[in-house]
Protein backbone atom coordinates (compact mmCIF):
# COMPACT_ATOMS: atom_id res chain seq x y z
CA UNK A 1 0.00 0.00 0.00
CA UNK A 2 1.50 3.38 -0.81
CA UNK A 3 1.75 5.97 1.68
CA UNK A 4 0.68 9.55 0.97
CA UNK A 5 2.83 12.47 2.43
CA UNK A 6 0.61 14.52 3.28
CA UNK A 7 2.67 17.28 4.50
CA UNK A 8 3.18 18.20 0.40
CA UNK A 9 -0.28 19.00 -0.33
CA UNK A 10 0.33 22.83 -0.41
CA UNK A 11 2.70 22.81 -3.03
CA UNK A 12 0.56 20.17 -5.19
CA UNK A 13 -2.02 22.59 -4.97
CA UNK A 14 0.04 24.77 -6.68
CA UNK A 15 0.96 22.72 -9.34
CA UNK A 16 -2.49 21.94 -10.02
CA UNK A 17 -3.59 25.25 -10.04
CA UNK A 18 -1.32 26.93 -12.40
CA UNK A 19 -2.74 24.06 -14.61
CA UNK A 20 -6.43 24.50 -14.13
CA UNK A 21 -5.55 28.34 -13.96
CA UNK A 22 -3.51 28.54 -17.54
CA UNK A 23 -6.41 25.63 -19.06
CA UNK A 24 -9.49 28.32 -17.98
CA UNK A 25 -7.88 31.75 -19.17
CA UNK A 26 -7.08 30.06 -22.39
CA UNK A 27 -10.94 28.93 -23.10
CA UNK A 28 -11.95 32.33 -21.77
CA UNK A 29 -9.25 34.26 -23.56
CA UNK A 30 -9.23 33.03 -26.86
CA UNK A 31 -13.24 33.90 -27.88
CA UNK A 32 -12.73 37.80 -27.31
CA UNK A 33 -9.99 37.46 -30.09
CA UNK A 34 -12.43 35.92 -32.54
CA UNK A 35 -13.47 39.24 -34.22
CA UNK A 36 -9.37 40.46 -34.52
CA UNK A 37 -8.36 36.58 -36.18
CA UNK A 38 -11.50 36.89 -38.94
CA UNK A 39 -10.26 39.88 -39.73
CA UNK A 40 -6.46 39.80 -40.01
CA UNK A 41 -6.77 35.63 -41.08
CA UNK A 42 -8.99 36.92 -43.81
CA UNK A 43 -11.98 34.68 -43.31
CA UNK A 44 -15.50 34.14 -42.47
CA UNK A 45 -16.98 33.84 -38.97
CA UNK A 46 -18.38 30.16 -39.57
CA UNK A 47 -14.89 29.28 -39.91
CA UNK A 48 -13.23 30.99 -37.09
CA UNK A 49 -15.36 29.61 -34.98
CA UNK A 50 -13.75 26.44 -34.90
CA UNK A 51 -10.84 28.15 -32.98
CA UNK A 52 -13.05 27.68 -30.49
CA UNK A 53 -15.01 24.66 -31.30
CA UNK A 54 -12.46 22.63 -32.43
CA UNK A 55 -10.75 22.83 -28.71
CA UNK A 56 -14.13 22.29 -26.91
CA UNK A 57 -15.07 18.98 -29.27
CA UNK A 58 -11.15 17.74 -28.45
CA UNK A 59 -12.01 18.15 -24.55
CA UNK A 60 -15.05 16.70 -24.78
CA UNK A 61 -13.84 13.64 -26.78
CA UNK A 62 -10.39 13.12 -24.89
CA UNK A 63 -11.27 13.88 -21.26
CA UNK A 64 -12.56 9.94 -19.78
CA UNK A 65 -9.85 8.41 -22.34
CA UNK A 66 -6.87 10.18 -21.20
CA UNK A 67 -8.42 9.99 -17.05
CA UNK A 68 -8.19 6.35 -17.69
CA UNK A 69 -4.57 6.14 -19.06
CA UNK A 70 -3.41 8.33 -16.18
CA UNK A 71 -4.63 5.49 -13.87
CA UNK A 72 -3.05 2.83 -15.80
CA UNK A 73 0.22 4.52 -16.69
CA UNK A 74 0.51 7.11 -13.90
CA UNK A 75 -0.60 10.37 -13.65
CA UNK A 76 2.51 12.61 -13.26
CA UNK A 77 3.92 11.49 -16.28
CA UNK A 78 0.71 12.36 -18.34
CA UNK A 79 0.00 15.78 -16.15
CA UNK A 80 3.62 16.97 -16.78
CA UNK A 81 3.51 15.82 -20.19
CA UNK A 82 0.33 17.78 -20.66
CA UNK A 83 2.18 21.05 -19.78
CA UNK A 84 4.35 20.54 -22.28
CA UNK A 85 2.49 19.78 -25.23
CA UNK A 86 0.15 23.01 -24.07
CA UNK A 87 3.19 24.78 -23.51
CA UNK A 88 4.46 24.07 -27.52
CA UNK A 89 1.01 24.21 -29.20
CA UNK A 90 0.77 27.52 -27.95
CA UNK A 91 3.87 28.64 -29.20
CA UNK A 92 2.38 27.04 -32.29
CA UNK A 93 -0.60 28.93 -32.47
CA UNK A 94 0.61 32.34 -32.04
CA UNK A 95 2.96 31.66 -35.46
CA UNK A 96 -0.10 30.41 -37.22
CA UNK A 97 0.05 31.86 -40.61
CA UNK A 98 -3.45 30.89 -41.54
CA UNK A 99 -6.68 29.82 -40.07
CA UNK A 100 -6.34 26.28 -40.86
CA UNK A 101 -3.24 26.04 -39.00
CA UNK A 102 -4.50 27.63 -36.01
CA UNK A 103 -7.66 25.32 -36.15
CA UNK A 104 -5.09 22.37 -35.96
CA UNK A 105 -2.22 23.24 -33.36
CA UNK A 106 -5.60 24.18 -31.40
CA UNK A 107 -6.82 21.43 -31.76
CA UNK A 108 -3.08 19.96 -30.35
CA UNK A 109 -3.07 22.55 -27.53
CA UNK A 110 -6.37 20.62 -26.07
CA UNK A 111 -4.50 17.75 -26.08
CA UNK A 112 -2.49 19.19 -23.89
CA UNK A 113 -5.48 20.73 -22.02
CA UNK A 114 -6.95 17.49 -21.64
CA UNK A 115 -4.22 15.85 -20.20
CA UNK A 116 -3.49 18.92 -17.26
CA UNK A 117 -7.57 19.01 -16.54
CA UNK A 118 -8.16 15.39 -16.60
CA UNK A 119 -5.77 14.71 -13.89
CA UNK A 120 -5.70 17.59 -11.81
CA UNK A 121 -8.72 16.91 -9.79
CA UNK A 122 -7.16 12.95 -8.90
CA UNK A 123 -3.90 14.18 -8.31
CA UNK A 124 -5.61 16.53 -5.69
CA UNK A 125 -7.62 14.32 -4.23
CA UNK A 126 -5.05 11.70 -3.58
CA UNK A 127 -2.35 14.73 -1.93
CA UNK A 128 -5.36 15.80 0.15
CA UNK A 129 -6.75 13.60 3.06
CA UNK A 130 -10.31 12.56 2.83
CA UNK A 131 -11.18 15.00 5.42
CA UNK A 132 -9.93 17.92 3.73
CA UNK A 133 -11.21 16.81 0.07
CA UNK A 134 -13.82 19.17 0.00
CA UNK A 135 -11.77 22.26 0.77
CA UNK A 136 -8.81 21.25 -1.46
CA UNK A 137 -11.61 20.87 -4.63
CA UNK A 138 -12.86 24.26 -3.26
CA UNK A 139 -9.79 26.20 -3.55
CA UNK A 140 -9.29 25.09 -7.25
CA UNK A 141 -12.96 26.16 -7.91
CA UNK A 142 -11.26 29.39 -7.03
CA UNK A 143 -8.74 29.24 -9.75
CA UNK A 144 -11.13 28.50 -12.23
CA UNK A 145 -12.95 31.23 -11.08
CA UNK A 146 -10.01 33.64 -11.52
CA UNK A 147 -9.36 32.13 -15.51
CA UNK A 148 -12.85 32.98 -16.35
CA UNK A 149 -12.76 36.76 -14.66
CA UNK A 150 -8.87 37.42 -16.02
CA UNK A 151 -9.01 35.50 -19.42
CA UNK A 152 -10.91 38.41 -21.45
CA UNK A 153 -10.06 41.84 -19.85
CA UNK A 154 -5.95 39.59 -20.25
CA UNK A 155 -7.14 39.15 -23.82
CA UNK A 156 -8.49 42.73 -24.31
CA UNK A 157 -5.05 44.25 -23.10
CA UNK A 158 -2.60 41.86 -25.09
CA UNK A 159 -4.89 42.09 -28.34
CA UNK A 160 -4.80 46.76 -28.00
CA UNK A 161 -0.73 46.39 -27.47
CA UNK A 162 0.17 43.94 -29.25
CA UNK A 163 -2.29 41.90 -31.97
CA UNK A 164 -4.12 38.17 -31.39
CA UNK A 165 -1.21 36.63 -31.58
CA UNK A 166 0.08 37.61 -28.32
CA UNK A 167 -2.69 36.04 -26.08
CA UNK A 168 -1.17 32.28 -27.27
CA UNK A 169 2.23 33.49 -26.41
CA UNK A 170 1.51 34.58 -23.09
CA UNK A 171 1.06 30.77 -22.23
CA UNK A 172 4.94 30.10 -23.02
CA UNK A 173 6.37 31.53 -19.63
CA UNK A 174 3.67 30.47 -17.60
CA UNK A 175 3.67 26.97 -19.15
CA UNK A 176 7.39 26.81 -18.83
CA UNK A 177 6.48 27.52 -14.61
CA UNK A 178 3.75 24.55 -15.03
CA UNK A 179 6.13 22.21 -16.18
CA UNK A 180 8.92 23.24 -13.35
CA UNK A 181 6.40 22.87 -10.54
CA UNK A 182 4.83 19.76 -11.94
CA UNK A 183 8.17 18.18 -12.01
CA UNK A 184 8.82 19.20 -8.67
CA UNK A 185 6.03 19.02 -6.32
CA UNK A 186 3.81 16.14 -8.21
CA UNK A 187 4.11 13.12 -6.13
CA UNK A 188 4.63 9.81 -8.83
CA UNK A 189 2.29 7.94 -7.29
CA UNK A 190 2.16 4.44 -8.52
CA UNK A 191 -0.49 3.10 -10.14
CA UNK A 192 -2.81 0.01 -8.95
CA UNK A 193 -1.05 -2.97 -10.74
CA UNK A 194 -3.20 -5.26 -13.15
CA UNK A 195 -4.62 -2.91 -15.15
CA UNK A 196 -4.50 -2.58 -19.03
CA UNK A 197 -6.22 0.36 -21.11
CA UNK A 198 -9.00 -0.84 -23.34
CA UNK A 199 -8.27 0.33 -26.46
CA UNK A 200 -11.75 -0.50 -28.16
CA UNK A 201 -13.46 0.62 -25.26
CA UNK A 202 -12.15 4.17 -25.45
CA UNK A 203 -12.33 4.09 -29.54
CA UNK A 204 -15.78 3.42 -29.30
CA UNK A 205 -17.06 6.09 -26.39
CA UNK A 206 -14.61 8.76 -27.82
CA UNK A 207 -16.76 8.33 -31.33
CA UNK A 208 -19.76 8.04 -29.49
CA UNK A 209 -19.15 12.05 -27.38
CA UNK A 210 -17.46 13.50 -30.85
CA UNK A 211 -20.31 12.59 -32.51
CA UNK A 212 -22.82 13.41 -30.06
CA UNK A 213 -21.07 16.69 -29.40
CA UNK A 214 -20.34 17.47 -32.99
CA UNK A 215 -23.71 17.07 -33.58
CA UNK A 216 -25.64 19.28 -30.85
CA UNK A 217 -22.60 21.85 -31.95
CA UNK A 218 -23.44 22.37 -35.98
CA UNK A 219 -26.77 21.63 -35.50
CA UNK A 220 -27.22 24.61 -34.42
CA UNK A 221 -26.41 25.92 -37.97
CA UNK A 222 -27.40 23.09 -40.08
CA UNK A 223 -30.60 22.49 -38.10
CA UNK A 224 -31.47 19.17 -36.24
CA UNK A 225 -33.64 17.76 -38.64
CA UNK A 226 -30.73 17.72 -41.66
CA UNK A 227 -29.85 14.63 -42.54
CA UNK A 228 -25.91 15.01 -41.46
CA UNK A 229 -27.01 16.18 -38.17
CA UNK A 230 -29.37 13.06 -37.79
CA UNK A 231 -26.49 10.67 -39.02
CA UNK A 232 -24.42 12.10 -36.42
CA UNK A 233 -26.75 11.34 -33.87
CA UNK A 234 -27.23 8.02 -35.00
CA UNK A 235 -23.47 7.00 -34.88
CA UNK A 236 -23.04 8.18 -32.10
CA UNK A 237 -26.11 6.20 -30.07
CA UNK A 238 -24.93 3.26 -32.03
CA UNK A 239 -21.18 3.90 -30.97
CA UNK A 240 -22.34 4.36 -27.19
CA UNK A 241 -24.01 1.26 -26.98
CA UNK A 242 -21.11 -0.74 -28.69
CA UNK A 243 -19.16 0.71 -25.82
CA UNK A 244 -21.70 -0.27 -22.86
CA UNK A 245 -21.47 -3.88 -24.76
CA UNK A 246 -17.48 -3.66 -24.85
CA UNK A 247 -17.57 -3.13 -21.02
CA UNK A 248 -19.17 -5.21 -19.96
CA UNK A 249 -17.07 -8.08 -21.47
CA UNK A 250 -13.87 -6.83 -20.98
CA UNK A 251 -11.21 -8.05 -17.42
CA UNK A 252 -10.20 -4.34 -17.01
CA UNK A 253 -12.49 -2.05 -18.47
CA UNK A 254 -11.85 1.86 -19.26
CA UNK A 255 -14.92 3.17 -17.19
CA UNK A 256 -16.57 0.20 -14.86
CA UNK A 257 -20.16 0.70 -15.29
CA UNK A 258 -20.97 -0.91 -11.83
CA UNK A 259 -19.96 2.27 -10.51
CA UNK A 260 -22.37 4.48 -11.32
CA UNK A 261 -25.02 2.20 -9.37
CA UNK A 262 -23.51 4.24 -6.78
CA UNK A 263 -26.43 6.67 -5.77
CA UNK A 264 -23.78 9.36 -4.88
CA UNK A 265 -22.21 8.82 -8.25
CA UNK A 266 -24.72 8.75 -10.42
CA UNK A 267 -26.87 11.63 -8.56
CA UNK A 268 -23.66 14.05 -8.47
CA UNK A 269 -22.91 13.43 -12.21
CA UNK A 270 -26.75 14.11 -13.22
CA UNK A 271 -27.12 17.14 -11.25
CA UNK A 272 -24.24 18.79 -12.20
CA UNK A 273 -24.73 18.31 -15.92
CA UNK A 274 -28.04 19.91 -15.37
CA UNK A 275 -26.44 22.81 -13.31
CA UNK A 276 -23.72 23.41 -16.52
CA UNK A 277 -26.75 23.13 -18.94
CA UNK A 278 -28.72 25.71 -16.86
CA UNK A 279 -25.82 28.06 -16.59
CA UNK A 280 -24.32 27.77 -19.83
CA UNK A 281 -26.93 30.17 -20.77
CA UNK A 282 -25.83 32.96 -18.31
CA UNK A 283 -22.86 33.53 -19.90
CA UNK A 284 -24.21 32.67 -23.64
CA UNK A 285 -27.02 35.10 -23.46
CA UNK A 286 -26.12 37.50 -21.35
CA UNK A 287 -23.73 39.30 -23.84
CA UNK A 288 -26.48 39.88 -26.15
CA UNK A 289 -28.19 40.95 -23.25
CA UNK A 290 -25.70 43.76 -22.04
CA UNK A 291 -24.14 45.22 -25.18
CA UNK A 292 -27.69 44.58 -27.39
CA UNK A 293 -30.12 46.13 -25.23
CA UNK A 294 -28.60 47.85 -22.68
CA UNK A 295 -25.40 49.20 -24.39
CA UNK A 296 -22.67 48.30 -22.61
CA UNK A 297 -19.07 48.60 -24.48
CA UNK A 298 -16.82 45.44 -24.18
CA UNK A 299 -15.35 46.75 -21.21
CA UNK A 300 -18.42 47.06 -19.10
CA UNK A 301 -19.87 43.90 -20.23
CA UNK A 302 -16.36 41.97 -19.08
CA UNK A 303 -16.94 43.50 -16.05
CA UNK A 304 -20.69 42.66 -15.43
CA UNK A 305 -20.31 38.77 -16.43
CA UNK A 306 -16.94 38.57 -14.05
CA UNK A 307 -19.71 39.34 -11.18
CA UNK A 308 -20.89 35.36 -10.69
CA UNK A 309 -17.51 34.30 -10.96
CA UNK A 310 -16.40 36.66 -8.86
CA UNK A 311 -18.61 35.51 -6.23
CA UNK A 312 -18.20 31.22 -6.92
CA UNK A 313 -14.08 31.91 -6.02
CA UNK A 314 -15.18 33.14 -2.51
CA UNK A 315 -17.55 31.06 -1.90
CA UNK A 316 -16.03 27.61 -3.27
CA UNK A 317 -13.34 26.86 -1.38
CA UNK A 318 -15.91 27.54 1.75
CA UNK A 319 -18.78 25.48 0.31
CA UNK A 320 -15.98 22.61 0.34
CA UNK A 321 -14.83 22.79 3.90
CA UNK A 322 -18.48 23.06 4.87
CA UNK A 323 -19.09 20.27 3.54
CA UNK A 324 -15.96 18.15 4.74
CA UNK A 325 -17.67 18.84 8.47
CA UNK A 326 -21.36 18.92 7.94
CA UNK A 327 -22.12 16.58 5.14
CA UNK A 328 -22.06 17.16 0.88
CA UNK A 329 -26.15 16.73 0.08
CA UNK A 330 -27.02 19.63 2.42
CA UNK A 331 -24.99 22.49 0.73
CA UNK A 332 -25.49 20.70 -2.94
CA UNK A 333 -29.22 21.27 -1.98
CA UNK A 334 -28.83 24.90 -0.27
CA UNK A 335 -26.98 25.76 -3.51
CA UNK A 336 -29.42 24.72 -6.02
CA UNK A 337 -32.32 26.69 -4.38
CA UNK A 338 -30.10 29.63 -4.49
CA UNK A 339 -29.65 28.82 -8.25
CA UNK A 340 -33.07 28.41 -8.91
CA UNK A 341 -34.16 31.81 -6.99
CA UNK A 342 -32.07 33.82 -9.06
CA UNK A 343 -32.53 32.22 -12.72
CA UNK A 344 -36.57 32.98 -11.57
CA UNK A 345 -35.04 36.79 -10.85
CA UNK A 346 -33.87 36.77 -14.13
CA UNK A 347 -37.80 37.94 -15.12
CA UNK A 348 -37.20 41.19 -13.68
CA UNK A 349 -34.45 41.90 -16.09
CA UNK A 350 -35.73 45.35 -18.06
CA UNK A 351 -34.57 47.03 -21.27
CA UNK A 352 -33.21 49.69 -18.38
CA UNK A 353 -31.96 47.53 -15.92
CA UNK A 354 -29.20 49.70 -13.68
CA UNK A 355 -25.67 47.94 -13.11
CA UNK A 356 -26.43 47.34 -9.80
CA UNK A 357 -29.68 45.66 -10.36
CA UNK A 358 -28.07 43.35 -12.54
CA UNK A 359 -25.23 43.03 -10.18
CA UNK A 360 -27.70 42.14 -7.58
CA UNK A 361 -29.07 39.55 -9.95
CA UNK A 362 -25.54 38.52 -10.58
CA UNK A 363 -24.49 37.73 -6.97
CA UNK A 364 -26.83 34.72 -5.88
CA UNK A 365 -25.78 33.08 -9.25
CA UNK A 366 -22.02 32.81 -8.12
CA UNK A 367 -23.36 32.45 -4.53
CA UNK A 368 -25.74 29.21 -6.11
CA UNK A 369 -22.67 27.21 -8.07
CA UNK A 370 -20.05 28.30 -5.24
CA UNK A 371 -22.43 26.31 -2.85
CA UNK A 372 -23.03 23.98 -5.32
CA UNK A 373 -19.80 22.85 -7.38
CA UNK A 374 -16.95 22.08 -4.55
CA UNK A 375 -19.20 19.58 -2.28
CA UNK A 376 -20.47 17.97 -6.02
CA UNK A 377 -17.01 17.83 -7.32
CA UNK A 378 -15.82 16.05 -3.79
CA UNK A 379 -18.79 13.64 -3.79
CA UNK A 380 -17.42 12.14 -7.42
CA UNK A 381 -13.84 12.26 -6.43
CA UNK A 382 -15.23 10.46 -3.20
CA UNK A 383 -17.20 7.94 -4.80
CA UNK A 384 -14.56 5.69 -7.00
CA UNK A 385 -12.30 3.33 -5.79
CA UNK A 386 -7.98 4.75 -6.04
CA UNK A 387 -7.70 2.32 -9.79
CA UNK A 388 -10.45 4.31 -11.19
CA UNK A 389 -9.34 7.86 -9.82
CA UNK A 390 -8.03 9.48 -13.27
CA UNK A 391 -11.56 8.03 -14.69
CA UNK A 392 -13.64 10.14 -11.76
CA UNK A 393 -11.56 13.35 -12.55
CA UNK A 394 -12.47 12.84 -16.56
CA UNK A 395 -16.18 12.54 -15.19
CA UNK A 396 -15.97 16.42 -14.08
CA UNK A 397 -14.59 17.78 -16.48
CA UNK A 398 -16.81 15.92 -19.02
CA UNK A 399 -19.83 16.63 -16.92
CA UNK A 400 -19.11 20.24 -17.63
CA UNK A 401 -18.18 20.41 -21.09
CA UNK A 402 -20.95 17.76 -21.89
CA UNK A 403 -23.69 20.13 -20.05
CA UNK A 404 -21.98 24.23 -21.92
CA UNK A 405 -21.91 22.24 -25.26
CA UNK A 406 -25.75 21.23 -24.78
CA UNK A 407 -26.85 23.83 -23.04
CA UNK A 408 -25.73 26.25 -25.39
CA UNK A 409 -27.88 24.84 -28.19
CA UNK A 410 -30.60 23.28 -26.31
CA UNK A 411 -31.37 27.20 -24.08
CA UNK A 412 -29.95 29.28 -27.15
CA UNK A 413 -32.59 27.62 -29.35
CA UNK A 414 -35.21 28.39 -26.83
CA UNK A 415 -34.74 31.90 -26.80
CA UNK A 416 -33.92 32.40 -30.79
CA UNK A 417 -37.60 30.28 -31.04
CA UNK A 418 -38.99 32.47 -28.05
CA UNK A 419 -38.14 35.89 -29.70
CA UNK A 420 -39.67 35.24 -32.85
CA UNK A 421 -42.18 33.82 -31.01
CA UNK A 422 -42.73 36.92 -30.02
CA UNK A 423 -42.13 39.46 -32.58
CA UNK A 424 -45.17 37.61 -34.49
CA UNK A 425 -43.20 34.74 -36.12
CA UNK A 426 -41.11 36.11 -38.26
CA UNK A 427 -38.01 38.16 -38.00
CA UNK A 428 -36.35 40.36 -40.65
CA UNK A 429 -32.26 38.88 -38.96
CA UNK A 430 -31.67 37.01 -35.92
CA UNK A 431 -32.59 36.98 -32.69
CA UNK A 432 -30.21 39.40 -31.62
CA UNK A 433 -31.30 41.99 -33.91
CA UNK A 434 -34.59 42.21 -32.60
CA UNK A 435 -36.01 44.72 -30.87
CA UNK A 436 -34.50 44.94 -27.44
CA UNK A 437 -38.15 44.58 -25.33
CA UNK A 438 -39.03 41.63 -27.82
CA UNK A 439 -35.40 39.80 -26.48
CA UNK A 440 -35.63 40.34 -22.89
CA UNK A 441 -39.24 38.67 -23.51
CA UNK A 442 -36.89 36.06 -25.14
CA UNK A 443 -34.99 36.14 -22.11
CA UNK A 444 -37.73 35.88 -19.65
CA UNK A 445 -38.79 32.57 -21.10
CA UNK A 446 -35.24 31.05 -21.52
CA UNK A 447 -35.47 32.05 -18.09
CA UNK A 448 -38.94 29.90 -16.58
CA UNK A 449 -36.56 26.71 -18.72
CA UNK A 450 -33.46 27.57 -16.90
CA UNK A 451 -35.66 27.07 -13.64
CA UNK A 452 -36.65 24.29 -14.38
CA UNK A 453 -33.87 22.28 -15.56
CA UNK A 454 -32.23 23.33 -11.58
CA UNK A 455 -35.64 22.02 -10.22
CA UNK A 456 -35.00 18.76 -11.68
CA UNK A 457 -31.76 18.76 -10.45
CA UNK A 458 -33.01 19.35 -7.01
CA UNK A 459 -35.37 16.45 -7.37
CA UNK A 460 -32.43 14.18 -8.67
CA UNK A 461 -30.80 15.62 -5.43
CA UNK A 462 -33.54 15.15 -3.00
CA UNK A 463 -33.79 11.05 -4.45
CA UNK A 464 -29.74 10.75 -3.93
CA UNK A 465 -30.30 11.85 -0.17
CA UNK A 466 -32.81 9.27 0.31
CA UNK A 467 -31.26 6.44 -1.22
CA UNK A 468 -27.52 7.43 0.37
CA UNK A 469 -30.08 7.77 3.95
CA UNK A 470 -30.56 4.18 3.66
CA UNK A 471 -27.76 2.48 2.47
CA UNK A 472 -26.51 2.36 5.92
CA UNK A 473 -29.69 0.28 6.89
CA UNK A 474 -29.43 -1.57 4.04
CA UNK A 475 -25.75 -2.77 4.61
Known sequence: MHEVDYSKKWKVLSAIGVGVL??????????????????????????VQWVAVGYLLTLATLTL????????????????????VFTVASGLCGLAPTVGALIAFRVL????AVMVLALGSAILTEAFPPSERGKALGLIGTFVSVGIITGPVVGGLLIAAFDWRAIFFVNLPVGAIGVWLSIRHVPDTPPAGGQRFDVAGAAAL?????????????GQTAGYRSPAILALFAVGLLAGLVFVRIERRVSSPMLDLRLLRDPVLAVSIASGYLVFVALSAVFFLLPFYLEGVLGYDTRMTGLALGIAPLVLGVVSPLSGSWSDRIGIRKITMLGLVVLAVSFAAFRTLGTDTSFLTF????????????LFQSPNNSAIMGAVPREYMGVAGGILTLTRLLGQVSGIAILGSVWAARVTARAGGSLTGDAASAPPEIQVAGIHDTALVMFAVVLVGMAVTAWGLRQERALPAAS
Open 206 to 218: STALLCVALAVTA
Open 359 to 370: AALAIPVGLGVG
Open 65 to 84: GVGRWGDIVGKKRIYTAGFV
Open 109 to 112: QAVG
Open 22 to 47: LATIDGSIVNIALPTIRQQLSTTLPV
